[in-house]
Protein backbone atom coordinates (compact mmCIF):
# COMPACT_ATOMS: atom_id res chain seq x y z
CA UNK A 1 0.00 0.00 0.00
CA UNK A 2 1.81 3.18 -1.18
CA UNK A 3 -0.29 5.81 -0.36
CA UNK A 4 0.41 8.66 -2.41
CA UNK A 5 2.57 8.41 -4.92
CA UNK A 6 4.64 11.98 -7.07
CA UNK A 7 6.63 12.16 -10.07
CA UNK A 8 9.10 13.08 -10.35
CA UNK A 9 10.55 13.87 -6.89
CA UNK A 10 12.93 17.24 -8.77
CA UNK A 11 13.22 19.10 -11.15
CA UNK A 12 14.45 22.11 -13.06
CA UNK A 13 12.86 23.89 -15.71
CA UNK A 14 13.97 27.15 -17.94
CA UNK A 15 11.56 29.56 -18.29
CA UNK A 16 8.66 28.80 -21.13
CA UNK A 17 9.13 25.05 -20.63
CA UNK A 18 6.42 22.63 -20.17
CA UNK A 19 5.68 19.92 -17.69
CA UNK A 20 3.51 17.71 -15.97
CA UNK A 21 3.53 16.43 -12.56
CA UNK A 22 2.19 13.02 -11.69
CA UNK A 23 -0.20 12.32 -8.30
CA UNK A 24 -1.71 8.66 -7.80
CA UNK A 25 -3.12 7.59 -4.96
CA UNK A 26 -4.50 3.96 -4.14
CA UNK A 27 -6.53 4.37 -1.05
CA UNK A 28 -9.68 4.82 -3.07
CA UNK A 29 -10.29 8.34 -2.35
CA UNK A 30 -12.73 10.64 -4.22
CA UNK A 31 -11.02 13.48 -3.77
CA UNK A 32 -7.89 14.75 -4.72
CA UNK A 33 -5.79 18.40 -4.36
CA UNK A 34 -2.75 19.75 -5.45
CA UNK A 35 -0.96 22.17 -3.21
CA UNK A 36 2.15 24.46 -3.15
CA UNK A 37 4.59 25.22 -0.76
CA UNK A 38 6.59 28.47 -0.18
CA UNK A 39 8.83 29.65 2.63
CA UNK A 40 6.75 31.08 5.13
CA UNK A 41 3.67 30.75 3.28
CA UNK A 42 2.18 27.58 4.67
CA UNK A 43 0.63 25.04 1.42
CA UNK A 44 -1.84 27.28 -0.69
CA UNK A 45 -4.12 25.46 -2.91
CA UNK A 46 -3.78 25.29 -6.38
CA UNK A 47 -6.79 23.07 -7.76
CA UNK A 48 -8.59 19.90 -6.22
CA UNK A 49 -11.29 17.80 -7.54
CA UNK A 50 -13.63 16.48 -5.15
CA UNK A 51 -14.88 13.57 -7.43
CA UNK A 52 -13.37 11.75 -10.32
CA UNK A 53 -14.73 14.03 -13.75
CA UNK A 54 -14.57 17.68 -11.79
CA UNK A 55 -12.05 19.86 -10.89
CA UNK A 56 -12.18 23.13 -9.27
CA UNK A 57 -9.70 26.18 -8.59
CA UNK A 58 -8.04 27.11 -5.35
CA UNK A 59 -6.31 29.99 -3.96
CA UNK A 60 -3.19 30.23 -6.55
CA UNK A 61 -5.03 28.34 -10.19
CA UNK A 62 -3.24 31.15 -12.72
CA UNK A 63 -0.73 29.09 -14.82
CA UNK A 64 -1.48 25.62 -13.52
CA UNK A 65 -4.29 23.39 -15.52
CA UNK A 66 -5.46 19.74 -13.96
CA UNK A 67 -6.82 16.57 -15.39
CA UNK A 68 -8.31 13.92 -13.11
CA UNK A 69 -7.27 10.97 -15.40
CA UNK A 70 -9.29 8.51 -13.48
CA UNK A 71 -10.39 8.10 -10.10
CA UNK A 72 -6.51 7.30 -8.62
CA UNK A 73 -4.45 10.17 -11.08
CA UNK A 74 -4.74 13.42 -10.84
CA UNK A 75 -2.27 15.38 -12.95
CA UNK A 76 -0.60 19.46 -12.57
CA UNK A 77 0.57 20.81 -16.16
CA UNK A 78 2.62 24.32 -16.32
CA UNK A 79 2.43 25.61 -20.07
CA UNK A 80 5.36 27.85 -19.59
CA UNK A 81 7.13 27.89 -16.60
CA UNK A 82 7.77 30.51 -14.82
CA UNK A 83 10.22 31.28 -11.75
CA UNK A 84 7.67 32.62 -9.94
CA UNK A 85 6.48 28.78 -10.13
CA UNK A 86 9.69 27.60 -8.35
CA UNK A 87 8.40 25.81 -4.86
CA UNK A 88 7.49 22.56 -3.76
CA UNK A 89 4.19 20.95 -4.90
CA UNK A 90 2.22 18.53 -2.96
CA UNK A 91 -0.56 16.40 -4.13
CA UNK A 92 -3.11 15.10 -1.51
CA UNK A 93 -6.06 12.72 -1.67
CA UNK A 94 -8.97 12.26 1.09
CA UNK A 95 -12.28 10.71 1.34
CA UNK A 96 -15.16 13.65 0.07
CA UNK A 97 -16.15 15.01 3.90
CA UNK A 98 -14.41 17.90 5.43
CA UNK A 99 -13.68 16.20 8.57
CA UNK A 100 -11.66 13.60 6.50
CA UNK A 101 -8.12 14.10 7.05
CA UNK A 102 -5.99 14.52 3.60
CA UNK A 103 -3.11 12.32 2.88
CA UNK A 104 0.31 14.05 1.60
CA UNK A 105 2.28 12.71 -1.29
CA UNK A 106 5.99 13.38 -0.56
CA UNK A 107 6.45 16.28 -3.02
CA UNK A 108 8.04 17.73 -5.75
CA UNK A 109 11.02 20.20 -6.09
CA UNK A 110 10.21 22.61 -8.61
CA UNK A 111 13.09 24.95 -9.70
CA UNK A 112 12.67 27.09 -12.66
CA UNK A 113 15.52 29.27 -13.98
CA UNK B 1 -14.74 32.49 6.09
CA UNK B 2 -12.33 30.56 7.24
CA UNK B 3 -8.75 31.25 8.50
CA UNK B 4 -6.41 30.41 10.80
CA UNK B 5 -3.37 32.13 12.39
CA UNK B 6 -0.29 30.23 13.77
CA UNK B 7 1.25 32.47 16.57
CA UNK B 8 5.03 32.00 16.42
CA UNK B 9 6.72 31.48 13.51
CA UNK B 10 9.24 29.56 15.01
CA UNK B 11 9.97 28.08 18.68
CA UNK B 12 12.76 26.89 20.80
CA UNK B 13 12.84 24.47 23.68
CA UNK B 14 15.35 22.66 25.07
CA UNK B 15 14.93 18.62 25.04
CA UNK B 16 12.54 16.81 27.95
CA UNK B 17 10.92 20.52 28.31
CA UNK B 18 7.19 21.13 27.12
CA UNK B 19 5.77 22.02 24.03
CA UNK B 20 3.51 24.43 23.29
CA UNK B 21 2.88 25.79 20.01
CA UNK B 22 -0.09 28.20 19.26
CA UNK B 23 -3.35 28.46 16.54
CA UNK B 24 -6.11 30.51 16.33
CA UNK B 25 -9.00 29.82 13.89
CA UNK B 26 -11.82 32.12 12.34
CA UNK B 27 -15.15 30.14 11.20
CA UNK B 28 -18.37 30.97 10.25
CA UNK B 29 -19.57 27.83 12.19
CA UNK B 30 -18.45 24.99 13.93
CA UNK B 31 -14.90 23.51 12.23
CA UNK B 32 -12.75 20.90 11.56
CA UNK B 33 -9.01 21.34 12.84
CA UNK B 34 -6.02 19.88 12.44
CA UNK B 35 -2.58 19.78 12.84
CA UNK B 36 -0.06 18.59 10.70
CA UNK B 37 4.16 17.94 10.93
CA UNK B 38 6.88 18.16 8.32
CA UNK B 39 10.12 16.66 8.54
CA UNK B 40 13.10 18.10 6.75
CA UNK B 41 12.51 17.01 3.36
CA UNK B 42 9.32 15.30 3.80
CA UNK B 43 5.86 15.21 3.26
CA UNK B 44 2.95 16.29 5.49
CA UNK B 45 1.48 13.95 8.78
CA UNK B 46 -1.47 14.60 10.50
CA UNK B 47 -0.88 14.57 14.01
CA UNK B 48 -4.24 14.88 14.84
CA UNK B 49 -7.80 16.24 14.31
CA UNK B 50 -10.91 17.62 16.14
CA UNK B 51 -14.24 16.94 14.48
CA UNK B 52 -16.86 18.20 17.42
CA UNK B 53 -15.93 15.36 19.83
CA UNK B 54 -14.00 15.68 22.61
CA UNK B 55 -12.32 19.02 23.24
CA UNK B 56 -9.17 17.42 24.28
CA UNK B 57 -7.25 16.10 21.28
CA UNK B 58 -4.81 13.02 21.55
CA UNK B 59 -2.56 12.57 18.56
CA UNK B 60 0.69 10.73 17.72
CA UNK B 61 4.06 11.01 19.40
CA UNK B 62 2.48 12.38 22.91
CA UNK B 63 0.88 15.38 21.57
CA UNK B 64 -2.64 16.44 22.43
CA UNK B 65 -4.43 19.55 21.56
CA UNK B 66 -7.80 21.60 23.25
CA UNK B 67 -9.96 23.31 20.76
CA UNK B 68 -11.64 26.13 23.21
CA UNK B 69 -14.49 27.51 20.85
CA UNK B 70 -14.63 30.57 23.43
CA UNK B 71 -10.52 31.34 22.20
CA UNK B 72 -11.30 30.35 19.25
CA UNK B 73 -8.00 28.63 19.88
CA UNK B 74 -6.81 25.21 19.65
CA UNK B 75 -3.22 24.48 20.38
CA UNK B 76 -0.86 22.27 20.30
CA UNK B 77 0.97 20.97 23.32
CA UNK B 78 3.10 17.95 24.37
CA UNK B 79 4.63 17.57 28.29
CA UNK B 80 8.59 17.05 27.23
CA UNK B 81 9.48 17.42 24.05
CA UNK B 82 12.43 14.84 22.20
CA UNK B 83 15.22 15.86 19.32
CA UNK B 84 12.76 13.78 16.76
CA UNK B 85 10.35 16.74 17.65
CA UNK B 86 11.93 19.25 15.71
CA UNK B 87 10.15 19.74 12.65
CA UNK B 88 7.64 22.38 11.05
CA UNK B 89 4.14 22.22 12.64
CA UNK B 90 0.87 23.27 10.41
CA UNK B 91 -2.42 24.21 11.99
CA UNK B 92 -5.25 23.60 9.42
CA UNK B 93 -8.75 24.64 9.68
CA UNK B 94 -11.36 22.82 7.49
CA UNK B 95 -13.60 25.03 4.71
CA UNK B 96 -16.75 22.61 5.27
CA UNK B 97 -18.75 21.20 3.05
CA UNK B 98 -18.07 17.95 0.89
CA UNK B 99 -15.17 19.42 -0.64
CA UNK B 100 -12.36 19.16 2.32
CA UNK B 101 -10.44 21.71 1.27
CA UNK B 102 -8.25 22.93 4.26
CA UNK B 103 -6.36 26.69 5.34
CA UNK B 104 -3.42 25.90 6.14
CA UNK B 105 -1.37 28.26 8.78
CA UNK B 106 1.87 29.67 7.97
CA UNK B 107 3.68 27.03 10.03
CA UNK B 108 5.98 27.32 13.06
CA UNK B 109 9.35 25.67 13.19
CA UNK B 110 10.24 23.85 16.49
CA UNK B 111 13.55 23.64 17.36
CA UNK B 112 15.10 21.30 20.15
CA UNK B 113 18.30 21.80 21.66
CA UNK B 114 20.24 18.91 23.20
Known amino acids: NAGVTQTPKFQVLKTGQSMTLQCAQDMNHNSMYWYRQDPGMGLRLIYY???????DKGEVPNGYNVSRLNKREFSLRLESAAPSQTSVYFC????????????FGPGTRLTVL | AQSVTQLDSHVSVSEGTPVLLRCNYSSSYSPSLFWYVQHPNKGLQLLLKYTSAATLVKGINGFEAEFKKSETSFHLTKPSAHMSDAAEYFC????????????FGKGTKLSVKP
Open chain 1, 49 to 55: SASEGTT
Open chain 2, 92 to 103: VVSVGGSQGNLI
Open chain 1, 92 to 103: ASSELYSHNEQF
